[in-house]
């Protein structure tokens, strides 16, 4: 499996931008896909993830009410809508699949594919 992130850039605070993560190769109707983030000087966190069939997600308290995850699998596609994006929220924004989930769906070390990042940098 091969992931593509995208969407990334400059924007000011109270913006929005809307990030892809394309996969290629297999896909496993068990995976779940998410979100991490990296700033500089931290750690990477976990932001947000969806379940296969798109019915479930699990959210950061950071990002709740603001950031909406949604995937379309015909496309093999799945976006992160940011609103109200805060200073805070700038960082390099990851996504991941974890093909057989086991453990926390919050730890980055149980995903299985990982994107090259898409720099976010929101300015006040």
């Known amino acids: 499996v091969q992931l593509q992130a995208s969407g990334g850039g400059l924007v000011q605070a109270g913006g929005s931008l809307r990030l892809s993560c394309a996969a290629s190769?297999?896909?496993?109707?068990?995976?779940?896909m998410g979100w991490f983030r990296q700033a500089p000087g931290k750690e990477r966190e976990f932001v947000v993830a969806?379940?296969?069939?798109?019915?479930?997600?699990y959210y950061a308290d950071s990002v709740k009410g603001r950031f909406t995850i949604s995937r379309d699998n015909a496309k093999n596609t799945m976006y992160l809508q940011m609103n109200s994006l805060k200073p805070e929220d700038t960082a390099v924004y990851y996504c991941?699949?974890?093909?057989?989930?086991?453990?926390?769906?919050?730890?980055?070390?149980?995903?299985?594919?990982w994107g090259q990042g898409t720099q976010v940098t929101v300015s006040s």
């Open positions: 991941a699949v974890a093909v057989n989930l086991r453990g926390f769906i919050t730890v980055w070390g149980n995903y299985d594919y």
């Open positions: 190769g297999r896909t496993f109707s068990s995976e779940y």
């Open positions: 969806i379940n296969w069939s798109g019915g479930s997600t």
